[in-house]
C-alpha cells in the first residue's frame, strides 16, 4: 500500500514539474511585457525611383540609407525591402524603408542629422517621388 502511494506522489510530482517547464518555455517564447510597452514611432519611406536611374545606384541608395542606423542613434531599428504587392497601387514607389524611433524627440533630431542630409544629397536627383509616412505602433 505504502508503494502504491509513493507512486501517486512521484507521478504528481512529475505532473507537476512537466506543467511548470511549459509555462516557463511558454513565458521565455513571448516578449517581455517591458519590451511591448516600450513606444515605437516608425517612420516609413517609400521612394520611386526616376527611369534613368540605374540598378547601381539603387543599391548605393539602399546601403547608404542603411547606414544611417550607425551614424545616426536616434534610428533604433532599421528595415528595408522593395514591393511585391499584387495590388498595383504603389503608385510607382518600389523601395520601402522603416525606421523606429521611441519617440517624436528622437525622429525629430534625426530629420536635420547631417547624415541624414548628406544622404538626402545622394538620393534627391535619383527619385521621382517620395512618400513618408509616421505612425505610433499599436499591437
Known amino acids: 500500500m505504502n508503494y502504491l502511494i509513493l507512486i501517486a506522489v512521484l507521478v504528481c510530482g512529475c505532473a507537476t514539474a512537466g506543467l511548470a517547464a511549459e509555462k516557463t518555455a511558454e513565458k521565455s517564447s513571448k516578449p517581455a511585457k517591458s519590451d511591448e510597452k516600450k513606444p515605437r514611432l516608425r517612420h516609413v519611406v517609400a521612394f520611386k525611383f526616376k527611369e534613368a536611374t540605374t540598378q547601381e545606384q539603387i543599391k548605393q541608395v539602399e546601403t547608404a540609407f542603411r547606414e544611417l542606423e550607425q551614424k545616426i542613434p536616434a534610428i533604433k531599428k532599421f528595415e528595408r525591402g522593395t514591393n511585391n504587392s499584387a495590388e498595383g497601387k ?50
Open 90 to 139: 504603389n503608385k510607382g514607389c518600389t523601395h520601402a524603408f522603416v525606421l523606429t524611433f521611441r519617440s517624436e524627440k528622437d525622429r525629430d533630431s534625426y530629420i536635420p542629422h547631417p547624415a541624414h542630409k548628406e544622404f538626402g544629397k545622394l538620393v534627391g536627383p535619383l527619385i521621382d517621388d517620395v512618400f513618408v509616412l509616421d505612425y505610433w505602433a499599436k499591437d
